[in-house]
């Protein structure tokens, strides 16, 4: 009880001046004060595991030391800070390692727009040129998408509850079904019956847009075979490939786009949230050559140019220049398989499903409400994780790439015995 | 010629690896290195007075020695960089900060929403929450308006170069005369005409939308007697009033708030661009208590907790703690409308006709295309500084707020220089 | 009340069984049975003088006795009465006879499109081809326009009941003030300022659609010079303009269309109701050769074939052989502006105003409810007219053109009586 | 070759003066003059069987001397033709005797509305209603749905031509698979997973709208059981039911409405074409009194009230006092289905597949412009039949329901042989 109370106390600024719509300071309810690698610490020293990373921002650990330290000899030159879109070194200098460290050695060819430093920016710019170079309207999007909150966005997102929020109809797009959406159910039939009838009510589509992982959506990992398919449905009818890889890439499913395994090459890319190295707001927008039909300012937005960021960002492309961060990655996800195999084996009572790829993992728990609570409890015994999925079903595992064995061990640790408490009630 | 061949080498890495959406970079075919104060330099050495401010994200000019030093220390501390919206210790003391030096002494109730760090994002959710409260879907907007570039916010922007970016229609708005829109006409007994008159084909709006100054717009300074008059529209209609404050707020007007002159409440406020100091990504959407209904994340958005930001504002807010910062910027904008007149009075060939407001003013020029050629012109000499309007025929003037007597005949000595030398040709 | 009893029971087949949306039969609660010329005779075989003609649609009275002959002996001859668009005899007759008595003596040059037999499908088709032709979407309306109550039409409309009814938002559309819609503004300016401005936040439209004489919207007359101005507009702009003439064509003005009189020539117009003659399903849409650009049958409808219809139809043209008939109209129109003059200025109680022109005249009535307390009175005297209007503040006169004196007088004898009644309440 | 030249004068008057929009009258080129039972006469005396009903208007066969009979006596007594929704007798008759041969046998309860006299204005007033009394704007369809024209009822529609011809986007509806549409899958199984998932992109909707035999969509007839879940579906999320009996209802596959084997009662019927008994424009929207929550006239329309309509609509009610006529039809159809099987087997070469329900067949032949060859043979041989699909791909037999089976037997001979000479080239 008491400690309730002062929790309540330190967040009473946040009660009394912020707007209801704040969330994670309602689940997680304390000051967080310092960070390094893959912990934080309250005001109250009380040390937290991150199985969140910023919900897919930190993939390279909070505080990266060489980060800050660039960040800082950057600030103490006075260097520029903000520059919209003017030419300035580090701008210069981010964009020639992407070139080096990133395209060329995966024989892609991508013109790289800075849209804005969100990834809604990065997703409304892919609908807008897509829509430019077709001159159609229509957009493809998938059951339980998330790509964002503004209207653009949000009209390629599947959520009821995110639509609803924006007070007008979301028009211009199509929901299909996500691979295997409809049990027993062949999705790539379906939307090819769609296209290929004149007299089915769907328009032939500008894109078709997808996250190889959905995060926001249950942690739902389309199968390769279906992405090469969906690549192919693209092909045959002439519409563009969007990947938004926000969450799932910068590394998160163990290489550094997501739909590298896939032998996919999207039309236009979506990047943000690690894109910036240690949490600086960032994102890109990566169009093939031959769409880069945008007139000079069609699309545009004051932090196009935050210096910072680029910084950080061009740092953070250095785990990309040998390929041992990404076997690394791969080991660790291994090590979550089992854990999570090992957990939903012991708790029947989860009625649990392992879901996702990469370090892009959940548990989804099929008892209402039950994977909230052990959120909630694995919070306060000191392990930072989420649910995600329509209804908040799903435990989500989401740790920054750079954790150990140690880490990992730790926090499954608690989370173990979160679940034994919730179950225990 | 051989400075346009360095010029081109220089620029080679954005022509080659950027997409052509990118502006600024062509207007200014430079690399900048460093800034302070109201001074850039470029990689050549070459120093620029701010007659531009980051489009008037750098009021307190770039680099405020105070607020490098307090970023510095805070990383150095291993502060939380990225945090959503949960508890930090930045979030904490802005929260407090800018309750007790902005709103209080305004005698102004807002709740603080942190919609995401770009300015488009908090037009986004006021659209949204107005929407939301009011069940009604159409918003008013204004001729010349900018709000930004995702699909919401393009739906109330005027521009049709922009507006037709989008690649769909845009919906749910209808655009009104902006104060002196239309020459000898009464735009106040337009708009209340189409809302007293149920056949009108205008619906009652969720809001009206607008900007005091239209800085995109063409530097279009709205009378005190025109806001108060729309203010009482809303009020007797029930409309919500939504000032997007994001270029005019944070005392570009001499004001914190651009409206106070005008003795408006508005019941929500968009703020970005120099919200965050010293140009880091930072955006607020302030909403009247009982308006605020959203529900936990109903809006949301990755770079919400921006700290580097945080700090950077809580310093900025100093600048606010007396009326002396604010008395100064009066003074300087007396000092720019003597220098324009002047400069109007003096080329009479570019049928000039000073706009604007505080230190938000500009030339408009009546002859095609001689604008761009005098900013052109001037950033050859040494001096930043945009066109705006719907046809680039205003001469912007958008310096850091912090600029002293000195810069501001520095540079305007460039622009009659510049001038001069356009009208010889 | 013994009266209100029988009344009652009358009604009672149709308060039982029909929609709650029926609403004639709510203001004029009798079966009606019998109609020659003006005049109606219900069940109990009370006579009615018509001043409300089927809301326009029985311009040449009720069951014209040589109509009513063609139509007998058509059906003996056992003729085709559906048709779709094949090609019939009456259909060729009719045709024929429309481009000999209508369109060359007036040198109009159009295609005829039947479109289905209601004006809104007239107004719908219209829209689609307008939009069709020039790529565009956006459509100019008016306020208090009225154009139908399917979906595209309703766009176009602007009352906001009948808006509010079709459940969705209503897009793609634009509402100007029509001719002095605003005191002592000119409406004219207004409109050219947002085409001219690239920043105005109006697109360039396909079309403007205008009523020359808004029936329902009020009997608001347009200026022939106001007239003009919109078509000079629509040539400056490239747009189309449509002139829906659905209620104010066949004569009802004075003239068979009612722009004549403006010497303007419309891209594209909409008649129905009175087309048919005698008050059978017809619309037309003409549409000027260089814009007919529809492939076979982009726009169809099962009833575009109503052969009864068009064999009345080529009836009611002999109306339009010689010049007498329209200068009959023009001198029963000075004929009820003397009578609504002389009413006008006996009752002030009526704060009335004179409105319309030819034979499409109203009296507003600036006092609540009055209008349709009147419209009551006088049915229950045996008159039938209707109000009009935003909020049914206008008492409406659409007489059958071929009313004689002796109608006219009696009518406006009923008129002046109930108006008497109501006020000496 | 003289036979083309006569008849390219013949349709010289339409080339000429009507609009390129014209369809039926390129495939039959010729003028129609006389019309009786299942028997059309073109002006040169040439006979016609009719397989095509007016596109199912003249299900009772054309010119039934009854209901001449009881028009031509209406208006020998200057019975009131138009009426808008004023009471008059034949409105009332046709009330009443439509609650008793139709409604109440069937213990159906519906208010009657009369939404304008085509069958888009039913549909249009239907998607008005039922998004009305839910509140919500979502409205499921079904591939290859056709409902109507107007901008409304296209929203509904699948035909891709006839959808791009709005000009516009259409919004607020999702298409759906009709029964089989998808080889393999369960179109019930998707349908439902899109439901109940929040998080599916699709929202709940006002209403589902079927038809239960898809006429111009390729005579796609839904299994009963599949008309049953989808009905399920409907109660189970509490959607309402819309069945669109405008060409399946009226008796065209054996019972009035189209459903009644199903077994299910959808919340609003929309029936026109045949309603009219002979051809005169006539549609009504049934509503369960429920939903009956319309405000007196928010959806209105000039010709509500075409008197001629109803009282033969009112005759054709006869055709149902008994069961002998739906016996009739039902054996009828049997025959049209032995024939149609004899001609799939006898020509492999149509690559042939029998469909449809009642008296509403259709060949689908999966060979290029085929079905369109053996249509215009058959027109030159004296069968007026049309194509159906969204390629034009099937041969549609719909015959008014009173053919005999000399008519079915001498029409199906002309279509053998005009397959042989087609086949033959």
Redesign the interface.
């Known amino acids: 009880m008491t400690t309730a109370v002062i929790s309540n106390n330190?967040?009473e600024?946040?009660e009394k001046?912020?707007?209801?719509?704040?969330?994670?300071?309602?689940g997680?309810?304390?000051?967080?004060?310092?960070?390094?690698g893959y912990k934080?610490w309250d005001?109250d020293g009380k040390e937290y595991i991150d199985f969140f990373a910023?919900?897919g921002?930190?993939n390279y650990g909070?505080?990266d030391t060489n980060m800050?330290e660039k960040?800082?000899e950057y600030?103490?030159?006075?260097?520029?800070?903000?520059?919209?879109?003017?030419?300035?070194?580090p701008?210069?200098e981010f964009?020639?390692t992407?070139?080096e460290v990133i395209l060329t050695p995966r024989n892609l060819d991508y013109?790289?727009?800075?849209?804005?430093?969100?990834?809604?920016?990065s997703v409304?710019?892919a609908?807008?040129i897509?829509?430019?170079v077709t001159g159609r309207?229509t957009v493809i999007?998938?059951?339980?998408?998330f790509h964002?909150?503004?209207?653009?966005?949000l009209?390629v997102?599947?959520?009821?509850?995110?639509?609803?929020?924006?007070?007008?109809?979301l028009?211009?797009?199509?929901?299909m079904?996500f691979d295997d959406?409809?049990?027993?159910?062949?999705s790539i039939?379906?939307i090819e019956?769609?296209l290929e009838?004149?007299?089915?009510?769907?328009?032939l589509p500008?894109a078709i847009i997808l996250e190889t992982v959905q995060g926001e959506?249950?942690i739902n990992a389309a199968r390769m075979d279906w992405l090469k398919k969906i690549e192919r449905i693209c092909r045959r009818w002439d519409i563009l490939l969007i990947v938004d890889d926000i969450q799932a890439g910068c590394g998160r499913t163990g290489t550094f786009f997501s739909f590298e395994p896939a032998g996919i090459k999207p039309d236009i890319v979506c990047l943000?949230?690690s894109i910036g190295g240690?949490?600086?707001?960032m994102a890109l927008?990566l169009?093939k050559p031959e769409y880069?039909?945008?007139?000079?300012?069609?699309?545009?937005?004051?932090?196009r140019g935050?210096n910072?960021a680029f910084i950080a960002a061009k740092e953070a492309l250095r785990f990309w220049e040998t390929d041992q961060f990404s076997s690394e990655i791969q080991d660790k996800a291994k090590l979550y398989k089992v854990k999570i195999d090992k957990i939903i084996a012991k708790y029947p009572e989860l009625n649990g499903e392992a879901r996702g790829r990469g370090l892009m993992q959940g548990i989804a728990v099929h008892v209402d409400d039950l994977a909230s609570k052990i959120c909630t409890k694995a919070f306060e015994r000191g392990l930072i994780l989420e649910t995600s999925?329509?209804?908040d079903e799903v435990v989500k595992f989401l740790p920054p790439l750079i954790i150990d064995e140690e880490g990992i061990m730790k926090g499954m640790a608690i989370l173990d015995d979160s679940i034994a408490q919730v179950l225990s009630k």
Not at 28 to 35: A, D, G, Q
Not at 278 to 281: A, I, S, T, W, Y
Not at 292 to 303: A, I, L, M, R, S
């Open positions: 330190k967040m600024t946040f001046l912020e707007s209801a719509v704040r969330s994670y300071s309602r997680w309810p304390t000051v967080f004060e310092k960070s390094k934080l005001v910023g919900a921002t930190l909070h505080n800050q960040i800082i600030i103490q030159q006075d260097g520029i800070l903000h520059s919209l879109d003017m030419g300035t070194t701008r210069k964009l020639e992407f070139q013109k790289v727009m800075f849209p804005g430093p969100t990834g809604t920016n409304e710019s609908l807008k897509a829509r430019k309207d999007s998938f059951t339980n998408a964002g909150m503004t209207i653009g966005s009209s997102t599947g959520n009821s509850f995110k639509r609803h929020g924006a007070g007008v109809p028009h211009h797009t199509v929901s079904p959406y409809v049990e027993d159910q062949n039939a379906y019956r769609f009838d004149s007299g089915s009510g769907v328009a500008a959506g249950g943000s949230k240690v949490g600086l707001p927008t169009i880069d039909k945008w007139g000079p300012g069609e699309h545009n937005g004051t932090f935050n910072l999925g329509p209804n």
